[in-house]
């Protein structure tokens, strides 16, 4: 067995490494249950403000599934079901995660990356980046919790243009397709994914709650009830829309507390 996430803490922020150089930070078994396992944590965790998801070195932020393991994990129906499960749970905690969720790509995002990228709510990506699902290559499908983030992020023909030929795709057209926030430089990448991390995690925790829970609720398709409604205004009872208002008229930098 080779890989492992690791989970690293700087103050309000989360960082999980997807760690598995040797293989291009392939994603085994055990690293998808591991990563299941931190997040399971991480997304109740109240003084959390950012979660970022990369991976180790910088060749790849991941390459697939550990194509080593077909064989003894995946090689008929019923063991690719059991091995899904605990990747449909990762993609799961993290594409609901009340937490805001950061991606920062660099080199290869194909397969499983990828489709742990799209979970996020951002995704970073330096100019060298390069992005796709050749599964077909391998006489492989997706699954409907793998498609999801997917077709969410980018829409049913970007999912099938990757999905049906196979190609990878460089990170310009990547963010022109909808599967990138933003492109940065290679020589910028550090500063502005520190600069982004830090933007995030200035503003009010509560604020980027509220805000994912609303658009997801928008975005849910049935109609909007009135305790809906009214939680729209409930931010105006917390502690720190005070100390945001009283900093802004004092001219100096608010000091969230997440109450």
Avoid at 238 to 244: L, M, R, V, W, Y
Wanted: charged letters at 25%; hydrophobic letters at 45%.
């Amino acid at each position: 067995m080779s890989g492992q996430i690791t989970l690293s803490r700087d103050g309000h922020v989360a960082t999980l490494l997807i760690d598995n150089v040797a293989k291009r930070n392939a994603i085994s078994h055990q690293m998808w249950i591991s990563l299941a396992e931190q997040l399971d944590v991480l997304v109740q965790d109240s003084d959390l403000r950012c979660i970022v998801l990369r991976g180790a070195g910088t060749q790849a932020f991941g390459s697939g599934a550990d194509i080593d393991e077909f064989e003894s994990l995946r090689s008929s129906k019923e063991k690719g079901m059991v091995f899904a499960e605990q990747a449909h749970r990762a993609m799961a905690l993290l594409r609901h995660c009340p937490i805001p969720t950061l991606a920062a790509i660099r080199g290869a995002c194909v397969g499983g990356g990828l489709e742990l990228a799209a979970c996020c709510d951002l995704r970073l990506a330096s100019d060298d980046a390069r992005f796709g699902i050749p599964i077909g290559r391998l006489g492989g499908v997706l699954a409907y919790p793998e498609l999801e983030a997917l077709v969410h992020v980018a829409g049913p023909q970007v999912a099938l243009e990757l999905l049906l030929e196979g190609r990878l795709l460089d990170a310009q057209e990547a963010c022109a397709k909808g599967l990138v926030t933003r492109v940065v430089p290679l020589a910028d990448w550090d500063e502005e994914l520190a600069q982004t991390v830090a933007r995030i995690s200035g503003l009010a925790p509560l604020s980027a709650r509220w805000h994912k829970k609303f658009i997801a609720r928008l975005q849910s398709g049935t109609p909007l009830t009135d305790a809906d409604q009214q939680e729209g205004y409930a931010c105006f009872d917390t502690q720190d829309f005070i100390e945001g208002y009283r900093a802004f008229l004092d001219k100096r930098k608010p000091v969230f507390t997440g109450k």
